[in-house]
């Protein structure tokens, strides 16, 4: 009710509005098309339509950090936007002219979205359905690399940084994003799991296997936090000379997306030598099988976290992979890591 109140004008402008009405309005819709929350027909308010969005979103000089509800209504014929966040966030921008549309994330992650959607997915999805792992070009440019790269000294983008050597992982460093993750982060990560989650069906179907991943992230993510993860797993890597990564897998709990991706931000041509990115697949009754893949910088890699079905004379079995980088020879060599599941 309060909400409505402000759409219709009621209240002041850049009032504050109650957790309670954020909460009231919090659910439903997808990352496509948010589900009408509320609607009061034949009066003023034509309709209501709400979104979840969690990550940072500038409006004028604010930032908005957290969930975000973005609150789109057509009122008296004319649009107009109301944003609050939800915490410490809870206020109201009023006065702005918009279309009556569809609550829709960022700019820049609309972007990302649409710059993954138009890859070629009709020779990506089968290469990776076929062999586990697929690397693709030139993802991100140049200066979206090395915008990524400059994060790593901002200590307030991350929540916790691992040195591998104590922990015995290799030797370097990576560091957990944060929530809000950085939009660039956020749009890769949603904007590729709904294709690779029909590639994960379909080896679900070949594994006979009758769960199914949600078709968006913002569902995957909620089954992920019923149990009990929900820390943020996307990181940067960095590695220095004589740096490197043992074979390992990166599981943070029950729920875990089959694949995960990872992409170069420095230049192998000037940065760094040595660093190839390993794969190696234990096949079952079969002695373990490797594969180094040198990317380039801005190069993806998309490959499985745990395992892969291939075909045997028994019929379909399980490969376990495991991942993990060989000897930086020299330089600095920077990764920016996509995980899907959340951590506990
Ligand atoms: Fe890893």
């Not at 009758?210 to 996307?234: H, I, M, N, V, Y």
């Not at 875990?256 to 794969?279: I, N, W, Y």
């Not at 745990?306 to 079995?317: D, F, K, Q, W």
């Amino acid at each position: 009710m309060d909400l409505l109140l402000h759409l219709l004008g009621e209240q002041p402008e850049d009032a504050a509005l109650t957790r309670d009405a954020a909460l009231a309005l919090e659910g439903g819709g997808d990352d496509d098309g948010p589900e009408v929350a509320s609607t009061a027909g034949g009066a003023r308010v034509a309709g209501v339509q709400v979104a979840l969005v969690d990550h940072l979103h500038v409006v004028g000089r604010e930032a908005f950090t957290e969930l975000r509800l973005d609150v789109f209504a057509s009122i008296h014929g004319r649009g107009r936007v109301a944003r609050f966040g939800r915490g410490a966030c809870t206020r109201v921008s009023w006065g702005r002219s918009l279309p009556h549309t569809r609550g829709v994330p960022g700019p820049e992650i609309q972007q990302i979205r649409r710059d993954v959607d138009a890859l070629d997915w009709k020779a990506l999805a089968p290469a990776l359905e076929r062999e586990g792992h697929v690397r693709i070009p030139r993802l991100l440019s140049a200066r979206a690399c090395a915008a990524m790269a400059a994060l790593y000294a901002d200590d307030a983008r991350f929540r916790k940084t691992i040195d591998m050597g104590s922990h015995r992982y290799g030797e370097g460093e990576y560091r957990y994003f944060a929530r809000p993750l950085p939009p660039q982060v956020e749009g890769l990560r949603r904007a590729f799991y709904p294709h690779l989650a029909r590639v994960a069906n379909r080896w679900n179907a070949r594994w006979e296997r009758q769960d199914r991943f949600e078709a968006s992230l913002r569902g995957f993510l909620a089954r992920c936090k019923a149990a009990g993860q929900a820390r943020p797993t996307s990181l940067l890597l960095r590695y220095r000379e004589d740096g490197f990564n043992c074979l390992h897998q990166d599981l943070y709990g029950e729920v875990a997306f089959p694949f995960q991706l990872v992409v170069l931000l420095s230049d192998p041509q000037r940065d760094f030598t040595g660093g190839e990115f390993l794969l190696v697949e234990q096949r079952p009754r079969q002695q373990s099988r490797g594969e180094a893949i040198a990317l380039g910088r801005g190069d993806a890699l998309i490959f499985p976290n745990r395992e892969r079905p291939i075909e045997t004379a028994r019929g379909v079995s399980r490969a376990q992979i495991r991942h993990g980088l060989s000897r930086v020879r020299s330089g600095e060599r920077l990764a920016l890591g996509v995980i899907f599941h959340d951590a506990k």
